[in-house]
């Protein structure tokens, strides 16, 4: 009974311990489990941070760049006079047949055709200024066109260094980033060794005694807009003369590079302005009238309708302007007399 | 047969977007025209059809760039259909002319590369100096010398991702 008691302890006994080793083997085993995936998650928290910091040396240098554009821009004068839009460069077409650059801003924000566009540029002494780029040419609502100063249909009046004197400037140079300053007057001098060559310039210059200082030379200098168009306003700058060109009649040309880098251009400013009215409006008095304006026979006004004109002409002054024209082309006499009578040759034409 | 098509216009759409980038600027406005050589390759491997309607659609993309102008009248010009005449014309030549061209050497590839820019430059030139005015700022050597001096690399990368190899059978 005894030994029997005993056997089944024992027997007892052994799967006791083979319970408690078996739940030990599967506790250790947990707790193995468990150290692995805590260290598991250390290690991804730590590859976070150190994706973290690999991002943030970026964000720094991100911001460094971002910086030092921003540090330039305060450098950099915008002109306050009239309200300002910034945009991003989209695409320059410099290869096409009509050159574009075409912006991400449009409509939307208020942008309109004949804006005038310039852009951040390093002047001739090498600080920035804002350049001219072009002008808007079309404009959709998120997108806009604009024609820079190097498309071949371009032009504008800028005014010539050190002179009081306009001349205009044309896209359609020839060559590829510069533009020509063409109408320039003859008696200016833009390169000092070109001097004598050309039968308009200056007498003394053919003398050899005449020395021309680099004031009188308009190579190196800038040219501004004049404003007189009414689309750009007076004195963006545009370019540099860069050399002489070939004589146009009795003008002479230039070649201007201008200062914005069509091929580094980045960001541009728009500025809302639209084109001034012109100042001096054509007298409504002064208007012709044409009542036949297709080719044939003109329809010269009857004698009846000279008298009703004439006395008409007792009411308004000003219709003694008009010009008095003979039928074969002959200057008209003048008449000093309103009273006396018209002769009958000579009739009033409404041109 | 689809995904072919639709590789093809993202092709024409990256030989767009590459035309308007300063990427490859070589400073004084030289460039190379991506299209035109886009659509040099697809008529030489594939034949004057494909010449044909890829010059058109692709010349129909880089005139949408050159924008519209507002004239005097106040009325929008635009300049729709200037590249798409000239660039669907070479298309259709080389794919006609060429059929028995050996392309299948670098040296014939840029030589027929710089010849068919050169010419197409001068059509373009052409239809705007014919509606529009004289550009005298028009390049017509540099563009060609730049287009025929990558035309052999691209026509490699071309063949590589559309897999048209020079003895393709045409249509």
Known sequence: ?351 | MILDKVFIIFGMLLSHFLNGSNLFELGNAIRPDFMVIFVIFFAFRKGAMYGLWLGFFGGLLTDTSLGGEIGPDDAIYYKIGLHSLSYSLIGYVIGKVTRSAYTENYISITIYVFGFTILSRFLTYLLFWMFFHSNHSYSFVYVSLYNAFIGPALFFLFTLAYRLEPDEVRQ
């Open chain 1, 1 to 351: 009974m005894v030994r029997g008691i005993a056997t089944f302890q024992g027997v007892g006994d052994f799967f006791s311990g083979s319970f408690d080793s078996f739940g030990s083997l599967i506790k250790s085993s947990y707790n193995k489990l468990e150290s692995f995936e805590r260290v598991r998650e250390e290690r991804d928290s730590c590859l976070n941070v150190m994706e973290e910091y690999r991002q943030l040396s970026k964000d720094v240098d991100r911001l460094k760049a971002e910086n030092a554009i921003l540090r330039q821009e305060l450098n950099f004068p915008l002109r306050n006079d009239y309200p300002a839009v910034r945009a991003e460069v989209l695409s320059v077409r410099l290869n096409s047949i009509y050159r574009t650059i075409i912006i991400n801003k449009g409509s939307e924000v208020g942008i309109k055709p004949y804006m005038p566009v310039v852009a951040r540029a390093l002047d001739e002494k090498g600080k920035f200024t804002e350049a001219l780029v072009g002008k808007i040419i079309a404009v959709s609502k998120g997108s806009s066109v604009i024609q820079p100063l190097i498309n071949s249909n371009f032009s504008m009046g800028v005014s010539v260094p050190g002179t009081n004197l306009w001349a205009s400037l044309n896209g359609n140079s020839g060559r590829g980033t510069e533009v020509l300053l063409d109408y320039i007057d003859s008696g200016i001098v833009i390169d000092p060794k070109a001097i004598g060559t050309f039968p308009m310039g200056p007498a003394q210059a053919n003398t050899g005694n005449t020395y021309f200082t680099e004031g009188f030379s308009k190579i190196g200098k800038p040219v501004f807009s004049s404003g007189g168009s009414g689309v750009y306003p007076q004195g963006i700058p545009v370019g540099i003369i860069v050399e002489e060109g070939t004589r146009n009649g009795s003008f002479k040309t230039a070649y201007v590079r201008p200062f914005v880098e069509f091929d580094k251009l980045l960001n541009v400013i728009i500025l809302k302005k639209l084109p001034e009215k012109w100042r001096e409006e054509w007298p409504a008095e002064k208007t012709i009238q044409i009542d036949g304006p297709y080719f044939g026979e003109i329809d010269f006004p009857k004698e009846k309708d000279y008298n009703s004109q004439k006395n008409n002409s007792t009411k308004k002054p000003f219709n003694n302007l008009k010009p008095l024209v003979k039928p074969d082309g002959t200057p008209p006499e003048t008449n000093t007399n309103p009273t006396s009578p018209p002769d009958t040759g000579n009739t009033e034409v409404t041109p």
